[in-house]
């Protein structure tokens, strides 16, 4: 088995009275594609957004590659390597699919103020390194021709990919995917899969997956965690998860 | 043509309503009395006038811009051309004051600090996408803060100057702070409370600022150390002896407007490089998507506080340069009415948009300028001006361009 990535023990949400997450606990681990699901309202997003540091978690905590990231402002996680896209997605969208390229590399590049005025070679070269950065992760994921359009005008699918090709371009270690598949056509579903598994593979990066689509999940995953009600019901390999009376409960109801 | 007719009775009943306190009750004095004295006639030419406006003028206008569609759509500037037409209009800029007379270079002056402070409310509202209504408090601190080494500590206006920008940028910096979380109105409501804040305590520290008499007596800047006055302090050469001249009062207004042209050529090469700039493109990112933004790794705390010091900072040199160029600072001179006017300039030019906030702000300077016979109707003019304008063309009137990177195919 390969080295765990994100730990998260003992993860629980509590709105006023709404027990949002209760103890959820699963990690990932390296070059893993980890799927969470469940019914609507399960506390998936929440899980999402505790891990990612848009809430602050009740109780548990986030583990990730050894360093405790409970707790720390969005920013500061996504620093530590797990970047997310979201459910609906939230591009720049008066900004060109380039510069939403460019923004995202912003904590690798040179930022300061006197260098970007003066133009030093220094500068130069981290821009011209971000623009090659941009266009690489354009053509991967085959949208190049509408690099200087405004990323708002792009169809929904290419927004999607642009979505992920945004998180890719910060070098995360771990990518949240927030129902990926969601609004996409039955071929548009298939690349996903096919980019899920690219991803994995070329880059090293552990997926963390919320999906309803249940043929992606399948397909995709190496091991699913079930949610219903905020609490988690199994974590297992696909077959197992499919299998598991528990779960065919919590989606279709008792007999 | 029913629901016309109906909208311009309505309109022309509204309109009766507003102008009828205004003009339609005159007040007249005879001794010790005073009575009103109902006018009707003015009230109705005015709804008249509203009416037929409403009911056939306006159709008309509206067939005459749908049949040429976008017939009234200023060119959109691209990169090359605005090259140039930035570089003629530096070249008529240097120029201009040889050639014009005492009124029209002191109106030339005025313009460029606006243009300075236009360009430094830019990057907050334009750039950062943070309404700031209190942008004249930062043109306070600058201008007090020159005023006050002045007159405390004896300083002149190129020592001051640095100081001056310094200590805006660090007011910007606090404010900055305690409005973080906020957005849209919320922040434009604590942004012209400060603006108020400052100028009420420039009013109330009376013995540290004169209060409302201000501070009187503020030296032009010197040309490398000479004074450019008509006698000199003992022991000093004035530059018109140095350079063998006569002393001419134009000089030292051509030379007012030179170094005004200069401080605005800086504020302007500085704003138009840092919005290529990764700073700036992450201002434009926070101000679509501050969510998004930070899942990326972007702190959104750093990049609204170097949004909220650089645009105070601009406003501090321009504050220095108008206490200078005044010799005169008090409290008057930064009331909301200032803020509101920057802030015109920036949505008139199109938020965003230097060359469009650069029109915006000689637009709105040298028309009052030209127009002083209607100073009386000059808010109102303005008004107008501006809901036309939301009208037909929010966008402002030189919209910015995008995109400021591009990829080759």
Redesign the interface.
């Known amino acids: 088995m390969s080295k765990v990535l994100l730990q998260v023990s003992d993860l629980t949400m509590r709105f006023g009275g709404l027990l949002a997450v209760d103890g959820v606990a699963f990690d990932v681990h390296q070059d893993e594609v980890f799927a969470i699901i469940g019914p609507n309202g399960a506390g998936k997003t929440t899980v999402f957004n505790c891990v990612?540091?848009?809430y602050k978690p009740t109780t548990g905590r986030v583990i990730m590659d050894g360093t405790p990231i409970h707790g720390l402002?969005?920013?500061?996680v996504?620093?530590h390597g797990l970047?997310?896209t979201?459910q609906n997605v939230?591009?720049?969208?008066?900004?060109?699919v380039?510069?939403?390229l460019?923004?995202?590399q912003?904590?690798h590049?040179?930022?300061n103020?006197l260098s970007?005025?003066f133009?030093t070679p220094g500068y130069r070269e981290s821009e011209a390194q971000a623009?090659t950065n941009?266009?690489k992760w354009?053509d991967f994921m085959d949208i190049?021709?509408y690099?200087?359009r405004?990323a708002g005008n792009l169809a929904y699918g290419h927004q999607r990919r642009l979505e992920i090709a945004?998180?890719m371009i910060?070098q995360p270690r771990l990518l949240m995917l927030d129902e990926p598949a969601a609004g996409l056509n039955p071929q548009e579903k298939r690349d996903l899969q096919a980019l899920i598994d690219q991803l994995r593979k070329e880059f090293g990066v552990a997926v963390l997956l919320i999906e309803h689509d249940m043929s992606l999940v399948m397909g995709v995953s190496d091991r699913i965690l079930v949610m219903e009600h905020g609490k988690p019901i199994t974590t297992g390999a696909p077959e197992a998860v499919r299998e598991d009376p528990r779960v065919i409960k919590a989606y279709l109801g008792e007999e | 043509m029913a629901s016309n007719i109906k909208n311009a009775f309505i309109a022309a009943i509204m309109a009766g309503v507003i102008i009828a306190p205004v003009y339609g009750l005159q007040i007249v004095r005879s001794g010790m009395q005073t009575h009103l004295e109902p006018e009707w006639d003015l009230v109705f030419i005015g709804m008249g006038i509203v009416f037929v406006f409403q009911a056939f003028i306006r159709p008309l206008i509206g067939k005459l811009l749908g049949k040429r569609g976008s017939a009234i759509r200023l060119p959109v500037l691209h990169d090359r051309s605005r090259r140039a037409a930035i570089l003629l209009l530096i070249a008529i800029a240097l120029i201009f004051p040889f050639f014009m007379g005492r009124a029209e270079v002191d109106i030339a002056t005025l313009v460029l600090i606006y243009v300075m402070l236009g360009l430094g409310l830019n990057i907050v509202v334009g750039f950062a996408g943070l309404l700031d209504l209190g942008f004249v408090g930062f043109y306070a601190v600058g201008a007090y803060t020159y005023a006050l080494l002045y007159h405390w500590a004896g300083w002149g206006f190129w020592e001051a100057l640095p100081l001056a920008g310094a200590m805006s940028g660090l007011f910007g910096y606090l404010l900055g702070f305690p409005v973080l979380r906020l957005r849209g109105d919320y922040l434009a409501i604590v942004t012209l409370g400060f603006g108020e804040i400052i100028r009420l305590l420039l009013i109330n520290l009376y013995g540290f600022t004169g209060g409302p008499d201000g501070i009187s007596g503020i030296p032009k800047p010197t040309v490398f150390g000479m004074p450019m006055t008509r006698r000199a302090p003992e022991g000093q050469t004035t530059f018109h002896e140095f350079m063998g001249w006569q002393f001419d009062n134009m000089d030292v207004i051509i030379y007012l407007y030179l170094m005004a042209l200069a401080l605005a050529l800086i504020t302007l090469f500085v704003s138009n490089r840092v919005i290529r700039m990764p700073i700036g493109r992450a201002w434009e990112a926070l101000r679509e998507d501050e969510i998004a933004c930070r899942s990326l790794g972007l702190n959104p705390t750093n990049i609204k506080l170097s949004a909220f010091t650089m645009g105070a900072t601009f406003a501090g040199f321009g504050g220095a340069f108008f206490a200078a160029r005044q010799g005169l600072v008090n409290p008057e001179s930064f009331t909301f009415l200032e803020s509101a006017l920057i802030l015109a300039i920036v949505v008139l030019g199109g938020m965003g948009s230097q060359v469009g906030v650069i029109l915006a702000a000689i637009v709105l300077t040298v028309l009052p300028e030209v127009a002083r016979e209607f100073a009386e109707y000059r808010m109102m003019i303005f008004g107008l001006v501006m809901v036309l304008m939301m009208m037909w063309r929010p966008q402002g009137l030189l919209p910015m361009t995008r995109p400021h990177v591009e990829l080759n195919r």
């Open positions: 990612g540091g848009f402002p969005s920013h500061k996504a620093r970047v997310r979201f939230r591009l720049f969208k008066n900004l060109t380039l510069e939403n460019m923004v995202a912003h904590q590049i040179n930022t103020l970007g005025l133009k623009l941009a266009a354009l190049r021709e690099a200087n405004e945004r998180c910060t």
